[in-house]
């Protein structure tokens, strides 16, 4: 009997369960670099591919015998592998449990043929799909509160003896809510870079990154820019150094947008997790030991780990429960296309500009970013939620269907309907004024509603009220914004109808 072992390019552990259930004497592993996964920025290609062949190595380093398909050999992943199982004939081929939806699809397209194929479980989440269903059956809504304190019991982290959370509150959010004028006062602690340019250049990078630029010419980013490390040893170190560095003020600034510093003090770390060099235990309990040491804050490291346990599972559990129709949804009727400047940068909204500029040089944002500039905006403006999930999944190093889809749909753009946010994350330049330092730079006034250098975050989101009225006045958590919509002069609501319908005119 030999069997095949598949790994996916988002699995790349030596904790992966497939490995744990072949002999490596016997079974052969393969993997394979898709050209076939529609565009994708350049660095996030090289990050990937790069990891997938040092794990390789590492696997042949390890006894295994590895089939490994470049991307010059795999235009289309299926024929790769089912060329694979034509040349090798195996009694069976074991793959830990997928993450995306369209890896399954091809696992039972080779079922279809006739394969044998077992699923293991997989190591890169700590809830099981079974148990987010059970934890959502019968639910019109989820809260991501209540899953974020049953996995923390569950796990046990940050809980005290007597079953009760860690310091007596199972949130700090509050504290984690600095904005441009306390971090003023505070003495504007900056972080050490997290981004250096030009330090990923190992020979395997750099092979990948003249290949990805051959195949690839046309996708945004500049493939000798890769900066994420690619092995487990780099993934680790990458952790360590946040934890000593950036963790302490990780809570602080959670939420702080600062032009200069694109990274503030957070952790880096989706784009390894996500591949599978990292596995989110550890990662929490490295900070949980940080908190024990005294070498973070509470509400730092509780933050952190709200990331992780809470939301990271959570988004991970809304994707398999909605699939394939989440990726469909469109509550509220979104249809504009993607205005250009979502490549070029070229647009006068500062905030925008910036954000937009980073992420085409780097393949990274953070969270805020991500979703209080370029998710309001896309909110706004009534993007079509096709659209930006499209564009977010191809600009970001850590970037999965997975992830994205819940992220997008749900959190960003209110497209499932509120089925996992209360409330849509819309802000006007009051918002982003508050936690940025975007403004003073801008032709833009924040402070103006209407009239010559209004913010056009300020027209929107008053003509996204407009819009949506009836559905948001009978949401507790927005009715408020409808009323005092309502409450204006109908001249002055005529007005700024009319200066966003400019503003939308203008999104090419
Ligand atoms: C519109 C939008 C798109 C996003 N797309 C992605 C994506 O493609 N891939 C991705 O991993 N995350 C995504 N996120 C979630 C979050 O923004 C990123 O995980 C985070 O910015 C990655 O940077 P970091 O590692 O420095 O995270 P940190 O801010 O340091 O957070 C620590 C870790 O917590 C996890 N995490 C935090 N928030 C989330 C969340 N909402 N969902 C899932 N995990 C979370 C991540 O693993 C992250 O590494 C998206 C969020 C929004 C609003
Ligand atoms: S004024 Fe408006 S567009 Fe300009 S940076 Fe501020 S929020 Fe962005």
Known sequence: MKNSVLIFGDQLSLQNTALGAAECERDVVVLVEARDSGRAHKIKRVFQFTAMREFAELLRENGWEVDYRKMGEAPQFIDALKDHLERHSPDSLLVMEPNNWSQQEILKSIAASGVAVQTTPTCQFMTPREEFFRFAKGKKRLLMEAHYRQARKKLGILMRDDGEPEGGSWNYDAE???????????????????????????????????????????????????????????????????????????????????????????????????????????????????????????????????QIIGWREFVNGVYWLKMPDYLQTNGLGATRKLPAFFYSAETEMNCLRCVIQEVRDTAYNHHIQRLMILGN????????????????????????????????????????????????????????????????????????????????????????????????????????????????????????????????????
């Open 176 to 306: 984690n809510r600095k904005t441009v004028r306390d971090w003023k006062k505070d003495g504007a602690p900056k972080p050490p870079p997290a981004i250096t340019r030009r330090r990923n250049q190992s020979a395997v990078a750099a092979a990948v990154a003249a290949e990805v630029t051959q195949w690839f010419p046309e996708d945004v980013g500049r493939a000798e820019d890769c900066w994420l490390p690619t092995t487990r040893e780099g993934a680790l170190e990458a952790l360590e150094q946040f934890i000593e560095t950036r963790l302490p003020l990780f809570g602080d600034y959670q939420d702080l947008m600062l032009q200069d510093s694109p990274t503030m003090f957070h952790s880096l770390i989706a784009a390894p997790l996500n591949l599978g060099l990292l596995l989110p235990m550890e990662c929490v309990t490295a900070a949980e030991r940080a908190y024990k040491l005294g070498h973070a804050p509470l509400a730092a490291v509780e933050g952190f780990v709200r």
């Open 377 to 508: 905006f896309l909110l706004l403006a009534g993007i079509s939620p096709k659209e930006a999930h499209e564009w977010f999944l191809e600009m970001y190093v850590d970037a999965h269907e997975w992830v994205m889809a819940a992220n997008v749909l749900g959190m960003a753009l209110h497209a499932d309907g509120g089925f996992m946010a209360t409330k849509p994350y819309a802000g006007s330049a009051a918002y982003i004024s508050k936690m940025g330092n975007y403004c003073s730079g801008c032709s833009f006034d924040p402070n103006k509603k209407s009239g010559p250098g209004a913010c056009p975050f300020n027209l929107l989101y008053w003509d996204f009220y407009d819009r949506h009225a009836d559905r948001f006045a009978s949401n507790p958590r927005t009715s408020m914004m409808v009323s005092a919509w309502r409450k204006r002069p109908e001249a002055e609501r005529e007005a700024i109808r009319h200066e966003a319908a400019k503003v939308l005119a203008g999104l090419t």
